[in-house]
């Protein structure tokens, strides 16, 4: 009998130390992200997107089952902008803002693209808007599951005012 047990705590503890370090391990690649550009522009808006790269540093795959882009710009911060984000795969545009799902394998990456819109208020037009604009962040949420159980994580860039007046003025 004692063999027995032995035996099982043996293959028990083998079990667990092949399993152990066998996960998904997401990265957001934040110092190679794009800088931000213009993607579409008017007299009252324009659209900027950032390139962030997603590598699986892990050992099995993972999947990004839903991805945020939030700005956080409130109107008690800075009122003269509307801010919306979004968030698309690369080369996979979507008209509905709908996130699909991707696996990513082992040691591979994926490259997101974070889509921010600002909507000049207030009468204002998009140059004055620009004109007072402040820093901000802007957080890109990720949920992603694998081996561990599913999560949100927070990449987060800043867009400044600066780099904004430099685009638009």
């Given at each position: 009998m004692t ?12 079990v ?7 996960e ?5 690649k ?5 800088a931000f550009e213009?993607e579409?522009?008017?007299?009252k808006s ?9 590598r699986?540093?892990g050992t099995?795959?993972?999947?990004i089952?839903d ?6 710009l409130?109107f008690e911060q ?14 996979v545009p979507?008209e509905d ?5 991707l ?16 909507t000049a208020?207030?009468g ?11 820093d901000?962040?802007v957080?890109?949420l990720?949920?992603e599951v694998g081996?561990n159980?599913?999560h949100w994580?927070?990449a987060r860039v ?5 780099e904004?007046k430099?685009k638009?003025l």
């Amino acid at each position: 009998m004692t063999v027995i047990l032995l035996i099982v705590v043996a293959v028990a503890a083998g079990v667990c130390f092949y399993l152990r370090g066998r996960e998904e391990k997401v990265v957001p690649k934040l110092e190679s992200r794009t800088a931000f550009e213009i993607e579409s522009r008017d007299e009252k808006s324009v659209t900027l997107s950032t390139t962030i790269e997603f590598r699986n540093e892990g050992t099995q795959s993972a999947m990004i089952v839903d991805a945020i882009c939030h700005p956080l710009l409130p109107f008690e911060q800075y009122d003269g902008m509307n801010v919306r984000g979004k968030v698309e795969r690369e080369g996979v545009p979507r008209e509905d803002d709908y996130f699909e799902a991707l696996v990513i394998e082992h040691q591979q990456s994926v490259r997101l693209v974070a889509k921010v819109t600002l909507t000049a208020r207030k009468g204002l037009t998009l140059q004055e808007a620009v004109a007072n604009m402040v820093d901000f962040p802007v957080e890109l949420l990720y949920r992603e599951v694998g081996r561990n159980p599913m999560h949100w994580s927070i990449a987060r860039v800043i867009l400044t005012a600066d780099e904004l007046k430099e685009k638009i003025l």
